[in-house]
């Protein structure tokens, strides 16, 4: 019964964990979006705007990964197995 539990908790977990994907596609999304508006207005720094947007990118991307990462850890290696 103990292991049926702490797989459940650990799909549970992982379901959670993958969620955080949601709020970096809406983050990245937002961004890109503010990102052309601004090119728009003020073309001749189209450099400066696409280096800024693409670092927030990869920071709002990170956390994304870290939710897939946690994600596999407890459905495939998973640590809370080895305590029953």
Do not use: C, H, R
Not at 63 to 68: D, E, F, K
């Amino acid at each position: 019964m103990e292991t049926a539990l702490v797989l459940a908790g650990s799909a549970i977990g992982a379901g959670i964990a993958v969620a955080t994907g949601i709020g970096a596609g809406i983050g990245q999304g937002y961004a890109a979006g503010k990102g052309a508006e601004a090119v728009g207005n003020q073309p001749e720094a189209q450099g400066d705007i696409i280096k800024t947007m693409l670092l927030g990118a990869a920071v709002a991307e990170s956390s994304a990964i870290y939710g897939l990462v946690v994600a596999i850890i407890l459905l495939f290696a998973n640590p809370l197995m080895k305590l029953l």
